[in-house]
C-alpha cells in the first residue's frame, strides 16, 4: 500500500462499502483520467466501465468542459443563491428550458406537447435532493391550494430515488431502507402497475408518482416495458397525481433520446436531473417543475407559501458554468447521434455474453449494460470477484448485487469497447473457473 492508499484504510468511510477490508478489494485511489481512461496512484490505468459511477458523458479532462471551469473559476467560484442569481445559472436554465421546448429538440419523437414540458429551475446538489425537492413541492402545493390531506407518494418496488430519509422511504429497494425503518416516512411502494390501476380504481388520490425513466438502474438494470412510462403517465393524469420523472440516471442521452421519459412520448410534471447534468464533473442537480405550480409559491416569508428548501452551495457557479458547456457540446458535437452510433457495437459487444457459461442473463438501454451473473455462493457475490479479476485486466465498474454494470463514457473509442469488454469476459471466465 502507498501512502494514499494507507490514509485511505486509516481514515476514510466509503459509500455503500463494508468497513471490514477483507470485504472488499484492495483500496485503489484514483488520481488521473484522459477520456474514457482513469489512472490510479500507482500510474495504473483503467477503463471507466460505469462511466464514475454513471455520469461521466465526454471523458475526463475534456477540453471544453475544463475551459468552461477555468474561465468561471477566474470571474467567481461561489457566491449565494438565496435572493441573489449568478451567470451561469441564469444561462443555464434557459438554456436547459429552451433545449427541452425548442424547436430543434435533442432526438425525441413528435409530437410531444413541448409547451407543458416544466420550466420552472429548481437547483440542489445531487439526485436525491432533486427527488426530495419534488415531492416537497408537489405536497405544499396540495396545501397551498386548499388540498392539505393530499400528501401521499408512489413509488414502484424495485425503483432508487437517492439516499436521503424520504428517498429511502420512497424507494423501492429494501435492503437500504430496512436499517432506518425507525426513521422513514410513510410512502406507498407499489409491486406493479395493475396493484396501483387497482388503487387508484378505488379512489386512492396520491400528490404525486415516482417513476425511474426508461429502466430501474439501482435496482438492477432493469428496462421498463414497452408502454410502462406511457400507463403510468395515464394514470398519474386520472387521478390528478403529479408524475415525477426521476432523470437522474436516464437523463442526457444515457437510454438514446436525450430523456428517458421522451422514449413513449410522455411529458412529467416534473422531471429531476443530475449525474449527466455536468457531464460528470460536480455536483449539481436540478428539479424542474411546472410554472402553475410555481406561481402558488407566492406569499411573505411567514405566510408557509414559500418553498423552504435551499442549500449554501445551490445553483454553484462552477457546477452551472460547467453544465452549460455541457448542453453546448450536446447542440454543437451531436452527442446523442454519438451515442446513437455507438449503440450497435455496444449490443454485439454485450451479445457475445448471451451464451456464456455463468451469465444468467444480458439486458441493455442505451448505452447502460447489465450482466447478471450464475451466484457461485448464496451471498451471490460473483458479480463483485468478477470486478476485482477484471482490475489486472485495467477495467472498472461496480456490480449491482450479482449484476455488472457496463455504462462507458460516451467518448470511448471502438477498440477500447472491444477492450472493455474482453476484459469483462476474461473476469467472468476466471471467476467462473476458480
Ligand atoms: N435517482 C436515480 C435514478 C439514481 O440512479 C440515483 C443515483 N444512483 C439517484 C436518484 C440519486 O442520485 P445521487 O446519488 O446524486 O443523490
Known amino acids: ?26 483500496p485503489l ?4 483520467g484522459q477520456g474514457e481512461w482513469l489512472v490510479d496512484s500507482h500510474g495504473r490505468r483503467y477503463l471507466d466501465g460505469n462511466s464514475s459511477i454513471w455520469c461521466n458523458l465526454h471523458g475526463h479532462q475534456h477540453p471544453r468542459l475544463n475551459a468552461a471551469l477555468e474561465a468561471q473559476v477566474r470571474k467567481i467560484a461561489h457566491c449565494s443563491f ?6 451561469p445559472a441564469s444561462l443555464l436554465a434557459q438554456a436547459l428550458v429552451e433545449t427541452l421546448r425548442g424547436p430543434s429538440p435533442l432526438g425525441f419523437p413528435d409530437p410531444i406537447p413541448r409547451d407543458s414540458i416544466p420550466s420552472r429551475v429548481f437547483f440542489s446538489d445531487n439526485g436525491s435532493c432533486a427527488n426530495e425537492i419534488a415531492a416537497k413541492m408537489a405536497v405544499q402545493f396540495f396545501r397551498i391550494t386548499g388540498q392539505p390531506g393530499r400528501t401521499d407518494l ?26 432506518y425503518r425507525a426513521l422513514t416516512l410513510p410512502c406507498h411502494v407499489v409491486p406493479d402497475l395493475r396493484a396501483l390501476e387497482t388503487r387508484i380504481a378505488e379512489g386512492f388520490q396520491p400528490a404525486a408518482i415516482f417513476l425511474e425513466s426508461a429502466l430501474h438502474g439501482a435496482g438492477g438494470m432493469i428496462p421498463h416495458p414497452p408502454g410502462f412510462m406511457k400507463r403510468v403517465a395515464d394514470l398519474a393524469a386520472k387521478c390528478g397525481a403529479f408524475l415525477v420523472c426521476d432523470e437522474v440516471l436516464a437523463g442526457f442521452g444515457r437510454t438514446g433520446p436525450f430523456l428517458g421519459c421522451f422514449a413513449e412520448g410522455i411529458v412529467p410534471d416534473f422531471i429531476t436531473l443530475s449525474k449527466g447534468l455536468t457531464g460528470g464533473y460536480l455536483p449539481l442537480a436540478i428539479t424542474l417543475a411546472p410554472q402553475r405550480v410555481f406561481e ?27 453544465a452549460l458547456e455541457n448542453l453546448k457540446i450536446f447542440h454543437e458535437e451531436d452527442t446523442l447521434g454519438k451515442v446513437a452510433a455507438l449503440r450497435p457495437a455496444f449490443e454485439h459487444g454485450l451479445d457475445a455474453f448471451r451464451k456464456m457459461p455463468g451469465v444468467a442473463e444480458v439486458r441493455s438501454r442505451g448505452l447502460i449494460g447489465a450482466i447478471d451473473l450464475v451466484a457461485r455462493s448464496r451471498r451471490g457475490d460473483t458479480a463483485r470477484a468478477a470486478c476485482t479479476a477484471m482490475r489486472p485486466h485495467g477495467i472498472l465498474t461496480r456490480p449491482i448485487g450479482n449484476t455488472l454494470v457496463i455504462m462507458p463514457p460516451y467518448c470511448i473509442r471502438p477498440e477500447n469497447l472491444t477492450r472493455l469488454f474482453e476484459g469483462v469476459s476474461r473476469a467472468i471466465r476466471q471467476v467462473m473457473s476458480e
Not at 300 to 308: F, H, N, V
Open 29 to 32: 485511489i484514483l488520481v488521473g
Open 154 to 179: 408512489v413509488a414502484f418496488e424495485g425503483s432508487y430515488h437517492g439516499d436521503t430519509m424520504l428517498n429511502v422511504s420512497l424507494g423501492g429497494i429494501g435492503t437500504f431502507s430496512e436499517p
Open 296 to 322: 402558488q409559491f407566492a406569499g411573505d416569508y411567514y405566510s408557509g407559501k414559500l418553498l423552504y428548501h435551499g442549500h449554501t452551495y445551490t445553483a454553484h457557479p462552477l457546477a452551472c458554468a460547467v
Open 1 to 26: 500500500m502507498d501512502f494514499l492508499e494507507q490514509a485511505d484504510a486509516r481514515w476514510l468511510w466509503h459509500p455503500f462499502t463494508s468497513a471490514d477490508p477483507a470485504d472488499g478489494p484492495d
Open 82 to 87: 438565496l435572493g441573489t442569481g449568478n451567470e
